[in-house]
């Protein structure tokens, strides 16, 4: 299989997760609007989520697939999976220790951490210690589910992992629904989501169990030992461990500053959420595809396959990137208020959210490309060089974030992660040239400035469309909007492919043959 095609793979999956991710911020948005309820459940699932990635996606799987495919590779199966046995059974007693300690201390995590200036409206700050107790087990369940995808990664099988996620969007949307036809109150809402969450974690763990077992991988939990191979996927992970935790601390900390803005919490999710289907299905699917085929190339001594991944990286990133983040800037409005603007959701909300929206998206190519450049460090099992570039993008964002927040509101929070996310690609990306381990082909720089010129002439007519629609984009009947969106970004995305695969700035064969392989599906 072509590095497009598990790329295409991957991101097919994360595009359904994220789709029904829509449905299900468009379901909170009509339920509970921007309110005080939707607050405390975003602050409240943010928290697991930052141990989860902490953890898991970030330290643990940086350092665990590497040393996997070592020991696979040195080894073989047998070796392989004694390490992966001693692993699990020192990440399950540290996750249930940290989870035990987190739920005893909650109302102390929630007013110091979490959201602290929910204190003020003690019924907000009860229920954000509410649902945060009940979703904290949701650590356990997506930490060993991230151990499992590392596993399955590592034997080129990628797509059970990548659509597990789908899971919680199924139990939400379910959860919201029934709320919906009975009238529930908002927190009767929180609380069911909250358990749904916790729910999906099982489900996904369950999933993945499943898949591991039919590789004939076979996992067994015993007394947590460290053994020299677990000794030295700690000393691995702690630094990534730093970096990931510098990286949600960028997220805590804008959390903290707008916690005091009703709504605020909730309108950064929103705008989140749509950022996420390009960052998903792009950053995310090379992500996941790049660190385990980069970690064989470099234990095979491959040089010539390591630069032809990350050249075919970048083109790809790029390649559908830009033209998203230009398609974000330039009709966020019109795209918030069709996915959001119904029941609770009001039009001061959206202009809010698309103005954040337009602010995230300039930076959406950086935040991809630290995808893209990452994992070439991680490969090298070199953790201490991201760690220190994510301090520097940590001090840009919080520095940034006080001083635009002020002046700009929610929208200052946005500008400063944007820029901090381009600031911390330039460093990744500069070290990697300077150390002679990235070199951009002659062939993917031609390629990346004819997408640049693509995206501008594709951006240029979505500007005539969008003026030639005009306020009907926003004020017409919902069937009127849909027709008029499909119909702006189709003939942009008709433009826009024309255009890269007449000058031969995206490959035509491989991009025919994805397409060919998308409709036998």
Same mark, same amino acid.
């Given at each position: 299989?072509?590095?497009?095609?598990?790329?295409? +793979?991957?991101?097919?999956?994360?595009?359904?997760?994220?789709?029904?991710?829509?449905?299900?911020? /468009?379901?909170?948005?009509?339920?509970?609007? #921007?309110?005080?309820? &939707?607050?405390?459940?975003?602050?409240?699932?943010?928290?697991?989520?930052?141990?989860?990635?902490?953890?898991?996606?970030?330290?643990?799987?940086?350092?665990?697939?590497?040393?996997?495919?070592?020991?696979?590779?040195?080894?073989?199966?047998?070796?392989?999976?004694?390490? #992966?046995?001693?692993?699990?059974?020192?990440?399950? !007693?540290?996750?249930?220790?940290?989870?035990?300690?987190?739920?005893?201390?909650?109302?102390?995590?929630?007013?110091?951490?979490?959201?602290?200036?929910?204190?003020?409206?003690?019924?907000?700050?009860?229920?954000?210690?509410?649902?945060?107790?009940?979703? !904290?087990?949701?650590?356990?369940?997506?930490?060993?589910?991230?151990?499992?995808?590392?596993?399955?990664?590592?034997?080129?099988?990628?797509?059970?992992?990548?659509?597990?996620?789908?899971?919680?969007?199924?139990?939400?949307?379910?959860?919201?629904?029934?709320?919906?036809?009975?009238?529930?109150?908002? *927190?009767?809402?929180?609380?069911?989501?909250?358990?749904?969450?916790?729910?999906?974690?099982?489900?996904?763990?369950?999933?993945?169990?499943?898949?591991?077992?039919?590789?004939?991988?076979?996992?067994?939990?015993?007394?947590?030992?460290?053994?020299?191979?677990?000794?030295?996927?700690?000393?691995?992970?702690?630094?990534?461990?730093?970096?990931?935790?510098?990286?949600?601390?960028?997220?805590?900390?804008?959390?903290?500053?707008?916690?005091?803005?009703?709504?605020? %919490?909730?309108?950064?999710?929103?705008?989140?959420?749509?950022?996420?289907?390009?960052?998903?299905?792009?950053?995310?699917?090379?992500?996941?595809?790049?660190?385990?085929?980069?970690?064989?190339?470099?234990?095979?001594?491959?040089? *010539?396959?390591?630069?032809?991944? *990350?050249?075919?990286?970048?083109?790809?990133?790029?390649?559908?990137?830009?033209?998203? /983040?230009?398609?974000?800037?330039?009709?966020?409005?019109?795209?918030? /208020?069709?996915?959001?603007?119904?029941?609770?959701?009001?039009?001061?909300?959206?202009? =809010?959210?698309?103005? =954040?929206? #337009?602010?995230?998206?300039?930076?959406?190519?950086?935040?991809?490309?630290?995808?893209?450049?990452?994992?070439?460090?991680?490969?090298?099992?070199?953790?201490?060089?991201?760690?220190?570039?994510?301090?520097?993008?940590?001090? %840009?964002?919080?520095?940034?974030?006080? %001083?635009?927040?002020?002046?700009?509101? =929610?929208?200052?929070?946005?500008?400063?992660?944007?820029?901090?996310?381009?600031?911390?690609?330039?460093?990744?990306?500069?070290?990697?040239?300077?150390?002679?381990?990235?070199?951009?082909? &002659?062939?993917?720089?031609?390629?990346?400035?004819?997408? @640049?010129?693509?995206?501008?002439?594709?951006?240029?007519?979505?500007?005539?469309? +969008?003026?030639? #629609?005009?306020?009907?984009?926003?004020?017409?009947?919902?069937?009127?909007?849909?027709?008029?969106?499909?119909?702006?970004?189709?003939? +942009?995305?008709?433009?826009? !492919?024309?255009?890269?695969?007449?000058?031969?700035?995206?490959?035509?064969?491989?991009?025919?043959? @994805?397409?060919?392989?998308?409709?036998?599906?």
């Amino acid at each position: 299989m072509s590095l497009l095609r598990k790329f295409a +793979s991957v991101g097919s999956a994360t595009m359904a997760s994220r789709v029904l991710g829509f449905v299900r911020e /468009a379901l909170i948005a009509y339920t509970l609007g #921007a309110g005080p309820v &939707s607050d405390a459940f975003y602050a409240a699932f943010r928290f697991p989520n930052l141990f989860r990635r902490l953890f898991a996606e970030g330290a643990f799987n940086s350092a665990f697939i590497p040393l996997f495919a070592k020991e696979l590779q040195g080894g073989g199966e047998a070796a392989a999976q004694i390490f #992966a046995r001693q692993v699990l059974s020192v990440l399950l !007693f540290a996750l249930i220790a940290l989870s035990a300690v987190a739920m005893i201390f909650m109302p102390f995590l929630v007013a110091t951490i979490i959201a602290p200036k929910f204190a003020a409206i003690p019924e907000k700050f009860d229920l954000t210690v509410l649902l945060t107790r009940i979703m !904290f087990p949701y650590l356990i369940a997506m930490s060993l589910v991230a151990m499992l995808s590392g596993i399955l990664n590592s034997y080129r099988r990628y797509f059970l992992a990548a659509i597990s996620p789908v899971l919680l969007n199924v139990v939400l949307v379910c959860v919201l629904l029934v709320a919906m036809q009975n009238g529930k109150n908002p *927190q009767f809402v929180g609380i069911a989501m909250a358990v749904g969450v916790t729910l999906s974690g099982a489900l996904q763990l369950g999933l993945l169990l499943h898949g591991v077992k039919r590789t004939g991988f076979h996992m067994r939990v015993g007394m947590p030992r460290l053994t020299a191979p677990v000794r030295r996927l700690l000393w691995l992970a702690l630094p990534a461990a730093i970096t990931g935790g510098i990286t949600q601390l960028n997220l805590l900390v804008g959390q903290i500053i707008i916690s005091g803005s009703n709504g605020a %919490i909730a309108t950064v999710n929103f705008a989140d959420r749509i950022l996420q289907l390009p960052l998903g299905v792009i950053g995310i699917a090379i992500g996941v595809v790049l660190l385990p085929e980069l970690s064989r190339a470099l234990k095979e001594g491959d040089n *010539q396959t390591v630069q032809t991944l *990350q050249n075919h990286s970048l083109e790809f990133g790029i390649g559908l990137t830009v033209p998203a /983040a230009m398609a974000f800037m330039i009709i966020p409005a019109p795209i918030v /208020a069709l996915l959001f603007e119904r029941g609770e959701f009001t039009r001061e909300t959206t202009m =809010v959210t698309a103005a =954040v929206l #337009a602010a995230f998206a300039a930076g959406l190519p950086a935040f991809v490309l630290n995808k893209i450049f990452t994992p070439s460090f991680y490969a090298r099992e070199d953790m201490r060089s991201p760690m220190w570039f994510a301090g520097v993008n940590a001090a %840009i964002n919080v520095a940034g974030s006080l %001083i635009l927040f002020p002046i700009l509101g =929610v929208v200052g929070i946005a500008i400063a992660t944007s820029l901090a996310g381009w600031v911390n690609a330039i460093l990744l990306g500069g070290l990697l040239y300077r150390d002679g381990q990235f070199r951009p082909r &002659s062939t993917t720089l031609k390629r990346i400035a004819l997408i @640049l010129v693509g995206s501008a002439i594709m951006g240029a007519m979505l500007t005539y469309a +969008s003026s030639l #629609a005009g306020a009907m984009l926003l004020d017409g009947s919902l069937l009127l909007r849909i027709f008029l969106m499909l119909a702006m970004v189709g003939v +942009s995305i008709v433009v826009y !492919f024309t255009f890269v695969l007449l000058t031969g700035a995206m490959d035509r064969g491989q991009f025919l043959t @994805l397409f060919r392989r998308k409709r036998k599906i």
